[in-house]
């Protein structure tokens, strides 16, 4: 008798009580909890929630997106920044740094090497602040986004959502899912809350704001 | 509407006074009060120790000698827990349906004091006077397992005379919990420490509660520390009126 | 269970009124408890307050676990055929012991002797360092606190924050005397800030990280309809070992399943709000198999028994095992603020680990864990999922005394004092007669109305409280001459 069967007899041994007719769905889970916690303008609470874990929220339109990616990664000195697969060019401007794209694939070391990694996500959560990358282009492999010092993450504002019932519907499991809230911090020195363990130390968002619908003629 | 009286063995042999509080005060509030002579205890020591079967004698006896009354109405909120909560528990596991049955039958007409006087006879000023200041401790078993809420308050609050002073830390366990004073002696009086000191800072002359227990536990240590604090149960404050024992 | 695994109960920690005692008067640990457990309360009571639905979710949490530990046995299979669907691969362990030599099986077969690990009270309570150890495998931890823990050679004394028994001047001196035996040193310089203590651990780590081909880690929950497994953190070790390797090992309890991905959006709400007091925590990374070119090329999931089947067959008990390991109740618990974890002696330390410690290792290992309460209720309140501990901990203190009575080790003074008792309570004029000896004996120790110190075995008590004196008129003495109707 291997462990896969011993152990699964025991569960069901342990559960003679479960009458054999009753189903898991029998068992009712009340879902009078709410959808959403969000306010009224979820992009705001998206930046404010955000902001709330010292990382640095920058809100644009379209047009002033790639000038103010240009002066963040500017302002912070970046000399190689890892880009990935699908991270959209017209986004990206020329500048000091050199652009390590993820094709053919970076090595380790390289991306150890450089100081910073720029990506899309695949939405945002305005209750709780979070970003989710879920590996797809522009997020790329989940090590892009773990390695360098300072990342720098591209939203734009119709992928905000309220809640985390929400995000969890619209995200594919199947992927692999990274949900970051605020930079790496640690609260095990004497519960002092202290950013930046491993993971980016740094993170910047740029919210790109959804260009107004065109005026009727 | 015929009213109950479950003294507790704790209150019958070491605060008597606080069941001849609780009938003064019922008798004042306009009711007769009956004392079924053949009760003698809950079972909650027996229960919290481990030791069930030897419970299941006691939790009969409640139901018989109890049996019939509109309301069971008692000073302790952990022996009201205990039979609320504990006394079917007790039934099925060592009992017998008939027993399940009597039990089911008398338990939820079991009140602490408090519950009695505020959810059954709707009243939150019963008419006394207690001129001194006074901090409420909030029990655990009245707080957590009967959730009584602020009605305690609210009864103090009405009482003419009172003072009363915040308790720090109000909600935080007083450390006696009945067999673990002796068990983890060390522990109960590091928590009766704290609690003592947060009665210090209130200025209070005063220590109310619902359960002599926690009382008794509170009001040993700063007896002993000669803190000129009292210990007084809830009972005894409301009925108080200025005339008779307070 | 044949033998006590000793990762899980620390054999030689003494029975706990007297492993508290010890800990009771180490005033660092005291003034280090109180602070961080204050400190998470509150942020707990904040970032809950802010829900007004928070009952409504506790609700749907417990309700949750309920479904799925009532069909545990069909959610596992469900797992185990997603997980390999998506090309992991899933192991089923009995015991520790079994456990143990899977995962040393498994790295062997790599070829490697190193591994990193994350986030895993599982392996803690397996003993798995050990194992390897004598394997010939060197496992480093890689969370902050469980790194301190490992480089001071001592055991977790909390569910979230492993070493919260140590502050940050002895955090410095482990780093500085450490560090350099298991890879890079600590800057000679290194002060006790907490930001230069955690600079030193990435620096320490980091180059771990980049070498390591094989991370055991644990798991917050596994999908069982996608086979979606997930670990929730902050620091981005988690991030490190989860994607870096090219081999994952991931040791979970059964217990850990949950039905669909959709019943995650409950307990990542309830999780991060109870546990660090926080909206969210800084990372969450799920993954379902292996995904060609982003991350390890092979994972393993072990599903671990190791006494949960036990506790499972127990109606009662078995409410222990929806814990989602958030700590919320070691927080609120005036035990634990005040005697810490190790008092416990069990990788699971406070409310939750006297309810599931017995439990996993049977009653007559543990025994004095059920009573390390006052049966406040405060851990129930705090509970996210709604397990009622109390409830659990009275259920266990009666398992305690039928095994003891059952082997014939009931302590006899104890015995005697509840037998005496059930004898006098059983009428009231027994009680009559008994309240006149207590009345009696009164009299002859009181003083001034008062019982002061006694000897003997009433000395726990009476060391630090006077008694009043049993009163010579009882109530239903009262009763009888001013009320009885004749």
């Known amino acids: 008798m291997n462990s896969r069967h011993s152990v699964l007899d025991r569960v069901r041994r342990a559960l003679a009580d479960v009458p054999a007719q009753e189903t898991p769905e029998d068992v009712v889970v009340g879902r009078d909890y709410l959808r959403s916690h969000a306010g009224a303008d979820i992009v705001t609470q998206f930046a404010e929630r955000v902001a709330d874990y010292q990382a640095r929220v920058v809100r644009v339109t379209a047009d002033g997106a790639p000038g103010a990616i240009a002066a963040l990664l500017g302002e912070r000195g970046v000399r190689e920044l890892v880009v990935p697969v699908g991270f959209p060019g017209e986004l990206l401007p020329p500048g000091p740094w050199k652009s390590l794209v993820d094709e053919p694939p970076l090595g380790l070391a390289a991306v150890e090497a450089a100081d910073a990694v720029i990506t899309t996500a695949a939405l945002g959560i305005a209750v709780t602040g979070t970003l989710v990358l879920d590996a797809g282009p522009g997020q790329g492999r989940r090590m892009l986004s773990l390695l360098p010092d300072y990342h720098l993450c591209v939203v734009r504002q119709e992928q905000i959502v309220g809640d985390v019932p929400g995000a969890l519907a619209l995200l594919d499991p199947a992927r692999p899912l990274t949900f970051v809230s605020g930079p790496s911090a640690t609260s095990d020195i004497e519960l002092d809350r202290v950013e930046g363990v491993h993971g980016p130390r740094t993170l910047h968002v740029l919210i790109i704001a959804t260009a107004p619908a065109p005026e009727q003629p | 509407m015929r009213i109950a009286l479950f003294i507790t063995c704790f209150n019958d042999t070491l605060y008597p006074s606080t069941g001849r509080a609780v009938v003064r005060l019922l008798e004042r509030l306009g009711h007769t009060v009956e004392f079924p002579v053949g009760q003698t205890c809950c079972g909650q020591m027996h229960f919290n120790t481990g030791y069930r079967p030897e419970a299941l004698p006691l939790v009969r006896r409640f139901a018989e000698v109890f049996a019939g009354y509109d309301a069971v109405v008692s000073p302790s909120a952990s022996c009201v827990g205990m039979v609320r909560d504990s006394h079917r528990v007790v039934a099925g596991q060592y009992g017998d349906p008939g027993l399940c049955a009597a039990v089911d039958a008398v338990a939820p007409r079991v009140y602490e004091l408090s519950e009695f006087l505020v959810d059954v006879l709707g009243v939150s000023d019963v008419g006394a006077f207690y001129p001194h200041k006074v901090a409420y401790h909030p029990t655990c078993h009245s707080l957590r397992m009967l959730r009584v809420g602020d009605k305690p308050l609210r009864l103090l609050r009405a009482v003419r005379g009172i003072e009363l002073v915040e308790l720090a830390q109000a909600d935080s366990c007083c450390g006696f919990g009945g067999t673990f004073a002796l068990k983890n002696a060390g522990t109960s009086v590091a928590m009766l420490e704290d609690k003592m000191r947060c009665v210090g800072e209130s200025g209070a002359q005063v220590l109310s509660a619902a359960d002599n227990s926690c009382l008794m536990h509170i009001g040993g240590g700063l007896h002993r520390l000669r803190s000129g604090v009292r210990v007084v149960h809830l009972a005894e404050i409301l009925a108080a009126t200025g005339e008779g024992p307070a | ?486």
């Not at chain 3, 290792?361 to 006052?374: K, R």
């Not at chain 3, 009680?431 to 009299?443: D, H």
Request: aromatic share 4%.
């Open chain 3, 1 to 486: 269970m044949t033998t006590t695994p000793n990762g899980l109960v620390w054999l030689d920690t003494p029975a706990f009124p007297r492993a508290a005692r010890a800990a009771l008067a180490d005033t660092a640990l005291r003034a280090n408890l109180k602070h961080a457990t204050g400190t998470i309360r509150d942020k707990r009571l904040a970032v809950t307050g802010e829900l007004t639905d928070w009952e409504q979710l506790r609700d749907a949490g417990a309700a949750l676990k309920r479904r799925t530990l009532r069909h545990l046995d069909r959610y596992l299979v469900e797992l185990e055929a997603s997980v390999t669907r998506a090309g992991g691969t899933v192991h089923w362990a009995g015991d520790a012991a079994e456990a143990n030599r899977i995962v040393a099986g498994l790295v062997e077969a790599t070829g490697e002797c190193e591994v990193v690990k994350v986030k895993s009270m599982a392996t803690q309570e397996i003993g798995l360092n050990e194992a390897l150890a004598e394997a010939g495998i060197t496992a480093y931890e890689t969370d902050l606190a469980e790194l301190i823990v490992q480089l001071g050679r001592d055991r977790p004394s909390h569910i979230l924050v492993p070493a919260i028994h140590r502050n940050r001047g002895e955090i410095r001196e482990i780093f500085r005397r450490e560090m350099g035996r298991w890879g890079r040193p600590a800057p000679d310089d290194l002060t006790d800030d907490p930001r230069a203590l955690a600079e030193a651990a990435r620096l320490h780590l980091r180059e771990k990280f980049l070498r390591a081909k094989v991370a055991v880690s644990g798991a917050n929950f596994a999908i069982a309809a996608t086979g979606t497994v997930g670990v929730v953190e902050s620091e981005g070790n988690g991030r490190m070992c989860l994607t870096l390797p090219r081999t994952l090992i991931t040791v979970m309890g059964i217990e850990k399943v949950l039905p669909l991905w959709s019943d995650l959006e409950v307990f990542l709400q309830l999780l991060p709000r109870s546990s660090t007091g926080e909206r969210m925590n800084p990372y969450t990374s799920t993954w379902t198999g292996i995904t060609p070119g982003d991350g390890p090329r092979d994972f393993h999931l072990v599903l671990l028994d190791n006494g949960r089947t036990a506790t499972l067959a127990d109606t009662v008990g078995r409410q222990a095992l929806a814990c989602i390991r958030c700590s919320a109740c070691l927080n609120v618990c005036p035990v634990y603020e005040r005697t810490g974890g190790h008092a416990y002696g069990s990788v699971y330390p406070g409310p939750i680990g006297a309810v599931l410690t017995p439990q996993l290792v049977g009653v007559e290992h543990a025994a004095s864990l059920p009573f390390a309460s006052t049966l406040c209720g405060a851990c129930y309140d705090a509970c996210p999922v709604k397990i009622n501990i109390p409830e659990v901990l009275a259920h266990l203190r009666a398992e305690v005394v039928e095994h003891k009575r059952r082997t014939h080790t009931l302590p006899s003074a104890e015995a005697l004092v509840m037998k005496a008792a059930a004898g006098v309570l059983a009428t009231p004029r027994r009680l009559a007669a008994a309240q006149k000896a207590a009345a009696l004996a009164g009299r002859l120790v009181a003083r001034d109305g008062g019982i002061g110190r006694l000897p003997g075995p009433l000395h726990g008590w009476t060391d630090t409280r006077d008694t009043p004196q049993p009163p010579a008129e009882t109530f239903r003495g009262w009763w009888h001459k001013n009320r009885e109707q004749s």
